[in-house]
């Protein structure tokens, strides 16, 4: 195989659902070998549908999609041989132990006798699973299970890997400890990985290359900084002691732009968010600009753009605003 040719190649495609939904809407993804692409997007805005068409559990309405080198619709017996998939929702059986998943699954792709042993043996060693093996999975923790879920997608060393949200639902700790892991197989192993995720943080950290996704089509691609690096300057942030009132804030606004190097100044309450050629530098004379206008700072910050401010740029309104899924988890639902 020409190495050079993208691991993962999908052009235009369009994936609708009975009842008039459209889940992919003109969906584009480049994935160079040997790297971590991130789809990144709020609930429902298609990324699981682009995996499932990717990995051949589901056909596109049209459009066209290769995955190491081989076409997913006219040859997705061979797809199949060359990637690993780490579904949204774990496949891992409940009531079997990890190591017995394991076995299964290594029989399933033809791995018999002292070799299966080994793999099973290294997966568990590598996913800190070995103390866990004989037991039951109903009875593993969160993270535990899904470091079973990525040990069961790669035990027949896939070229390319798929993970669909391998960390929603994970506490901080559990999530780190994957992300580390995440980033070695990437590093020491040289697979190509394409994780979708909705956390912004997680992109950041782990993707070389993001494409952040929207209702069903990719909205804007490129590395985490050359992102962030679009939009011009730094976030100034300033807290005041108190809200300040209408006129306030308009006296207040022209203030700050009138300021060298000081773009558009906006308020939140107590919270002005204003956006300067260089932070730092500007932070000295807006903070004289406020005294001299009479209200105090309670604290200012200098930040560079965040993948957040990213996708406002892009698709018009907040990530939060358009991601649902942490308040659907405080709301007790399952989803
Ligand atoms: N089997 C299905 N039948 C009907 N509609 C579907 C089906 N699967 C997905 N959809 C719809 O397609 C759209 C895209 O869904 P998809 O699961 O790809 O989104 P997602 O980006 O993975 O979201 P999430 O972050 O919640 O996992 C949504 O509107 C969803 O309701
Ligand atoms: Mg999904």
Redesign the pocket.
């Known amino acids: 195989m020409n190495t050079r040719a993208p691991a993962v190649q999908a052009r235009q495609l369009v994936?609708t659902?009975?009842?008039d939904?459209?889940?992919?809407n003109g969906m584009d993804v480049t994935v160079e070998p040997g790297t971590v692409f991130g789809?990144l997007?709020?609930?429902?805005?298609?990324?699981?549908?682009?995996?499932?068409i990717l990995t051949t559990l589901?056909r596109p309405d049209s459009g066209t999609a290769t995955v190491a080198g081989h076409d997913v619709l006219r040859h997705p017996d061979r797809v199949r041989r060359a990637i690993g998939v780490v579904a949204?929702n774990s496949g891992a059986d409940p009531v079997a132990t990890g190591r017995e998943n394991l076995r299964l699954q290594g029989r399933l792709y033809g791995l018999r006798g002292a070799a299966l042993n080994r793999r099973v043996d290294e997966l568990l060693d590598r996913f800190t699973l070995t103390e866990a093996a004989g037991r039951q999975v109903k009875g593993y923790s969160g993270g535990m299970r899904r470091r079973l879920d990525v040990a069961l997608g790669l035990v027949h060393r896939p070229e390319v890997l798929f993970l669909?949200?391998p960390t929603?639902g994970l506490d901080p700790e559990a999530r780190t400890a994957m992300w580390d892991e995440i980033g070695r197989l990437a590093g020491e192993e040289g697979l190509t990985i394409l994780l979708?995720t909705?956390y912004l943080e997680e992109a950041d950290r782990l993707a070389e290359r993001v494409a952040i996704?929207d209702r069903?089509r990719v909205v804007v691609e490129g590395t985490p900084d050359s992102l962030k690096g679009e939009l011009r300057g730094d976030a100034v942030h300033v807290e005041l002691r108190e809200a300040p009132g209408e006129a306030g804030r308009t006296l207040l606004a022209g203030a700050l732009t009138g300021l060298p190097g000081v773009h558009e100044a906006l308020f939140d309450g107590r919270r002005i968010s204003a956006r300067a050629d260089d932070g730092a530098a500007a932070m000295p004379a807006l903070l004289a600009a406020l005294e001299r206008a009479g209200v105090t700072v309670a604290a200012a910050t200098v930040a560079r753009p965040s993948l957040d401010d990213v996708y406002l740029r892009y698709a018009g309104r907040r990530y939060a605003e358009a991601?649902t899924?942490d308040s659907l988890a405080l709301a007790g639902g399952a989803?």
């Open positions: 994936k659902y009975p009842g939904v459209t889940a992919l789809l997007g709020p609930n429902g805005a298609g990324k699981s549908t682009t995996v499932k589901a949204q669909d949200e929603t979708t909705h996704v069903g991601d899924t989803r």
